[in-house]
């Protein structure tokens, strides 16, 4: 088993008011699947992703992902974890405003010691005409395959992509999709997905469904359809 969750826990106050934000959450997940984390928003699924990637911690319970459990280690391992092991593509794509987009993906290849070529990787999403421009010249499903491309040149076993299509027009998005499919079917990596939207749950290998930080479905999708035929 490549991940497993294990009664993973976390709350936080806002103000005087306690938020259990996960509550318990368990599951585990086979190595080289495309899965999807699906819930409105408040489910709790920015808190399990920032967990399985080492930005937050959890109050109890663990996440031991490639046999690492990420839950026991400090801030040093964490740091080691996140640059070798992890990839991150965010809804708003984070990228370095003042860097090309060819340093944009340059700047993450060599946090790893097995980095991918950069020219494939920009070819692979399509952007390596678009090497020479800065993120402002770009539109967004453009910077959003250059986010992709960032996280994919650094070579991770895992991709988590939290809400990557939530700023993006209908044909950026399934665009997005389809670049997600291929990178995972391409390179064999791990893809973990947050989305509130349902349609996009039908391509994935397993469905993680949480409200208000209880995982109440968890179920295999034995027919998981490719990205340009989901709709919505």
Same mark, same amino acid.
């Given at each position: 088993?490549?991940?497993?969750?294990?009664?993973?826990?976390?709350?936080?106050?806002?103000?005087?008011?306690?938020?259990?934000?996960?509550?318990?959450?368990?599951?585990?997940?086979?190595?080289?699947?495309?899965? &999807?984390?699906?819930?409105?928003?408040?489910?709790?699924?920015?808190?399990?992703?920032?967990?399985?990637?080492?930005?937050?911690?959890?109050?109890?319970?663990? &996440?031991?992902?490639?046999?690492?459990?990420?839950?026991?280690?400090?801030?040093?391992?964490?740091?080691?974890?996140?640059?070798?092991?992890?990839?991150?593509?965010?809804?708003?794509?984070?990228?370095?405003?003042?860097?090309?987009?060819?340093?944009?993906?340059? %700047?993450?290849?060599?946090?790893?010691?097995?980095?991918?070529?950069?020219?494939?990787?920009?070819?692979?999403?399509?952007?390596?005409?678009?090497?020479?421009?800065?993120?402002?010249?770009?539109?967004?499903?453009?910077?959003?395959?250059?986010?992709?491309?960032?996280?994919?040149?650094?070579?991770? %076993?895992?991709?988590?992509?939290?809400?990557?299509?939530?700023?993006?027009?209908?044909?950026?998005?399934?665009?997005?999709?389809?670049?997600?499919?291929?990178?995972?079917?391409?390179?064999?990596?791990?893809?973990?997905?947050?989305?509130?939207?349902?349609?996009?749950?039908?391509?994935?290998?397993?469905?993680?469904?949480?409200?208000?930080?209880?995982?109440?479905?968890?179920?295999?999708?034995?027919?998981?359809?490719?990205?340009?035929?989901?709709?919505?």
């Amino acid at each position: 088993m490549f991940i497993e969750v294990n009664k993973l826990t976390k709350t936080y106050y806002v103000g005087n008011v306690k938020v259990t934000a996960l509550k318990d959450v368990s599951f585990t997940l086979e190595k080289g699947g495309f899965y &999807v984390v699906l819930g409105p928003s408040g489910s709790g699924k920015t808190t399990l992703m920032n967990i399985l990637g080492g930005i937050d911690s959890a109050d109890s319970g663990k &996440v031991i992902i490639d046999g690492e459990d990420i839950t026991s280690l400090d801030a040093k391992l964490l740091t080691n974890y996140r640059r070798e092991k992890l990839g991150f593509v965010f809804q708003f794509y984070n990228l370095i405003n003042s860097l090309t987009v060819y340093e944009n993906v340059l %700047s993450t290849k060599y946090l790893s010691k097995n980095g991918l070529d950069p020219k494939e990787v920009l070819e692979t999403v399509g952007m390596w005409e678009h090497r020479d421009k800065f993120p402002f010249e770009l539109s967004g499903g453009e910077q959003q395959r250059v986010a992709i491309a960032r996280a994919v040149v650094k070579n991770p %076993s895992l991709i988590l992509c939290d809400e990557p299509t939530g700023a993006l027009d209908f044909e950026n998005a399934k665009r997005v999709l389809e670049l997600l499919e291929d990178i995972n079917r391409r390179y064999g990596t791990t893809i973990i997905l947050s989305t509130h939207n349902t349609a996009i749950s039908r391509m994935s290998n397993k469905i993680i469904r949480l409200r208000s930080g209880e995982l109440i479905e968890f179920k295999d999708n034995p027919s998981p359809i490719p990205a340009k035929e989901v709709s919505w």
